[in-house]
């Protein structure tokens, strides 16, 4: 039967120090953390700032199970931004800024070196 994409991220806290050599790191425990709403075949860019924009994708559909119903055809085409210095339930944030383009798998994002984004791809 239909399952919608999922309304929530994992988040590893991972902490490196290199006071001394070679250098050590420690890695948490796992966090789940809900997003504005479902959301599946996505991609991501970390911005110059550190935090991440999350562009495409759609609200509902199987990611590309070849079953049907696939219902992919609800794209999510608002950008969200993440902030992961912002408190656990605030980290996640609306743009307002919506594309005409709909863009799921198969698509990528990279940032140019004049910090444009490149939006390319299905």
């Not at 950008?79 to 798998?105: E, L």
């Amino acid at each position: 039967s239909f399952k919608p994409c999922i309304d929530f991220s994992l988040r590893l806290p991972v902490t490196v120090d290199c006071t001394s050599t070679p250098c050590s790191h420690s890695i948490g425990d796992w966090e789940l953390e809900y997003m504005l709403g479902h959301r599946c075949q996505l991609d991501t860019a970390v911005l110059p700032n550190g935090k991440v924009i999350i562009i495409g994708g759609a609200e509902e559909g199987l990611s590309g199970l070849g079953t049907d119903p696939n219902a992919d055809n609800c794209p999510e085409n608002e950008p969200w931004i993440y902030d992961p210095d912002k408190p656990a339930g605030q980290r996640y944030r609306r743009t307002g800024a919506y594309s005409k383009y709909v863009r799921k798998y198969h698509a990528a994002h990279v940032m140019t070196r004049h910090g444009d984004l490149l939006v390319s791809g299905m």
